[in-house]
């Protein structure tokens, strides 16, 4: 694994998530007249800073990266001439304060929404609903699911991409009740099909959802014939080469791609004897599988892709593409969706419903930032948007140091007619500071859980 592979995404979604923050605090403070003395991307002592604009802003890359700040006049910390009280921040009125606090969590919020739109609007190749044969004794069985019917809907709700599928059985995992599935199969007919997701488990560390109820991806009968094979792995150090074709993998006839992929799936660090047929001869060749940690279970690979094969795309994938006005609503829902989720997990994290390994800390989001940078720019761009939507929910949160916790002392003075105590905001900023550092705590403590188990 190349470190850089992971830092660079990471560092790049970081810098924009932090930058799009906080200059939306910039940028209404300069609309409501206050006067910004430095921007500063990173916390702690400035390594670079440059001074420009009418007020000779700082602009400053300091030590701690994870995070930012816009330093504002303000009487609380330093005198303030009398000829610039006016463009103090304690100076402005409470809804002021509140436009120019409330602008950084919802700049997150904007680009996420921008990025969906652009998405959609561009169109993304993704995944089809097309199920394929459901586990034994799972749920998706005993409803009665059958190869190859594409999924329509969920409780009503249409469903165009596997993700949606996914997304659509995370929303109604919580209730923990049967769904009806709106599915066509290939000779066009519709089925409505009655999924129990009583047993579901939403909890990092946990199969997949859809692993859960025994759902799996389409997978047409594509023949085992070895494409591109990676540099080192394990398929070359053997001696396969592409054009091969697999014709049994110890005991077991090979009939298809995918009784290959489960074969050496359920084998990992496994010495495995390919008979393949090379050159129209039949050859014994012995496969040392590698083990690769994948959502909590270790599997095995040999480093080889499937050779290209006269298969209809469209029946696997589809554009997903909307007009200019269309994506941008789809992206404000996609957006509004996932904030509503994230605060929904948060709640339920806090009354016990949900368990607190779900919370994830800078590893674990460098890691799914270099996965998803592997995976291509859609898939990247779809990551970004969620890490700023999280990041937008969380400073929103009525947590004294957050954001939202100065919107909650501006509502209090609203509503009492006066700006809360000193000594309240002291208590508050102690509270929160405490909060904080055990919510890092168990993120962090989660993330080195998962390098652990891996």
């Keep these: 694994m190349n470190l850089l592979d992971y830092l660079i995404p990471f560092a790049l979604a970081l810098g924009i998530l932090i930058i799009v923050h906080e200059f939306g605090h910039y940028i209404v403070a300069r609309l409501c007249g206050v006067k910004v003395l430095r921007f500063s991307l990173g916390f702690g002592k400035p390594l670079l800073v440059w001074r420009g604009g009418r007020d000779r802003t700082e602009w400053a890359l300091s030590a701690f990266p994870l995070g930012g700040y816009v330093k504002m006049l303000d009487e609380r910390e330093a005198p303030v001439a009398d000829e610039e009280l006016h463009r103090a921040f304690n100076r402005q009125t409470v809804w002021r304060r509140i436009a120019i606090v409330a602008a950084g969590p919802l700049a997150n919020l904007v680009l996420a929404i921008a990025l969906y739109w652009g998405l959609y609007s561009s169109g993304v190749e993704e995944l089809r609903p097309r199920l394929g044969v459901p586990a034994a004794a799972s749920a998706a069985e005993h409803a009665g699911f059958t190869d190859g019917e594409l999924v329509r809907a969920v409780d009503g709700h249409p469903v165009a991409t596997w993700q949606e599928l996914r997304w659509q059985l995370l929303q109604h995992a919580f209730e923990r009740r049967a769904v009806t599935v709106e599915t066509i199969n290939f000779k066009d007919e519709i089925a409505f099909r009655p999924l129990d997701m009583a047993g579901v488990h939403v909890d990092q560390g946990e199969q997949d959802i859809s692993v859960q109820l025994g ?240």
């Design 215 to 454: 759902l799996s991806l389409y997978r047409p009968n594509v023949p085992a014939v070895l494409g591109a094979l990676s540099a080192g792995g394990a398929a070359e150090r053997a001696g396969l080469k592409s054009g091969d074709r697999v014709l049994r993998i110890g005991d077991k006839r090979i009939g298809g791609w995918g009784d290959l992929v489960e074969t050496v799936r359920d084998a990992p660090g496994a010495e495995l004897e390919f008979e393949v047929l090379r050159d129209n001869a039949s050859l014994v060749l012995k496969v040392v599988s590698s083990s690769v940690e994948e959502r909590g279970r270790t599997i095995g690979r040999i480093g080889v892709a499937v050779a290209d094969a006269d298969i209809r795309r469209d029946l696997m994938f589809t554009i997903v593409q909307y007009d200019f006005i269309d994506a941008f609503v789809k992206g404000v829902a996609q957006t509004w969706d996932t904030a509503a989720l994230s605060v929904s997990m948060l709640g339920r994290m806090i009354v016990g419903d949900v368990s607190v390994k779900n919370l994830s800390g800078p590893v674990t989001i460098a890691d799914f930032a270099g996965q998803s940078a592997k995976m291509g720019w859609a898939h990247y761009i779809k990551f970004l948007a969620l890490i700023s939507i999280s990041l937008g929910v969380l400073n929103l949160l009525p947590v004294p140091v957050l954001d939202g916790g100065h919107l909650l002392y501006y509502v209090i003075e609203i509503i009492k007619g006066g700006p809360v105590s000193e000594r309240v905001m002291e208590i508050g900023q102690q509270i929160g500071m405490a909060l904080l550092a055990a919510l890092m705590a168990f993120a962090f403590y989660n993330d080195i859980n998962r390098l652990v188990a891996s």
